[in-house]
């Protein structure tokens, strides 16, 4: 059974830190472009940063680059996601995904998801 389950999230002030993770199971995710998305209420689902299979490409949002570092380790199977400095602007579910054709933008690229994991980042 395929399955990406996410952790980290919760409520932080502004400037602050979290640090996400989702394990992967039921699949080779080493195989697998790697990434993290975001959705805030009535916006849409909108790809934050992603990683190639070996990490040699990353993939950082505008609106995150220096702030966010994605991360990956094979063995383990798992994918992480370092958000320092934490802005209201953050705040949204933040979902993790796996695309076996590569890292591309839009959503119906991603063959898995995650439920989820709810980021609030309080002014």
């Known amino acids: 059974q395929v399955q990406l389950v996410e952790s980290g999230g919760g409520s932080v002030q502004a400037g602050g830190s979290l640090r996400l993770s989702c394990a992967a199971s039921?699949?080779?995710?080493?195989?697998?472009?790697m990434a993290w998305f975001r959705q805030a209420p009535g916006k849409e689902r909108e790809r934050v940063t992603s990683t190639s299979t070996r990490s040699a490409t990353t993939y950082y949002a505008d609106s995150v680059k220096g702030r966010f570092t994605i991360s990956r380790d094979n063995a383990k199977n798992t994918l992480y996601l370092q958000m320092n400095n934490l802005r209201p602007e953050d705040t949204a579910m933040y979902f993790c995904?796996?695309?076996?054709?590569?890292?591309?933008?839009?959503?119906?690229?991603?063959?898995?998801w995650g439920q989820g994991t709810q980021v609030t980042v309080s002014s």
């Open positions: 995904a796996a695309s076996r054709v590569g890292c591309v933008s839009g959503t119906a690229g991603y063959n898995y």
């Open positions: 039921g699949f080779t995710a080493s195989v697998y472009c």
